[in-house]
């Protein structure tokens, strides 16, 4: 007796054969169309966002990335110290001013924080997604 001519042998010619082929295309299509790690609506992305950070077009705040070396530092304490005792009766506006001025820069470094990282997120984001337009359902297969 032939294995096809059993009860086994037909089980497997007629129903486990049968079912791994349709399984196997069903992996060969799935893996066909490649699925994005990631989707993001249209109207949240930033236009050419990859071209123009390769090119240099990108700016994401006004300020940029700037961090000033301890050397500099240094040089500011110094002249700050020659600058204190010639003010004499100025120098609580001095100090007013000092104030002002550190926490303008506080702000402005916590917006360049901000701002990293968002470019930063949007870089990832922009190398994971295909471009979706908003349909309000789910995303096209």
Known sequence: MNFHETKMGTTFFNQQ???LIKTLQDIAKALSKPVPAAIQLAETREPDFLHNLFYGNYEPDIYGCVTVPSRLDQNVKEAEKALLPA?????RLFEQYQTAVSERDSA???QSYCCGYRTAVQMIVSGLTTLQPQTGGEPDE
């Open 87 to 91: 003010l004499g009766q100025s120098q």
């Open 108 to 110: 402005i470094a916590e």
């Open 17 to 19: 054969i049968p079912e």
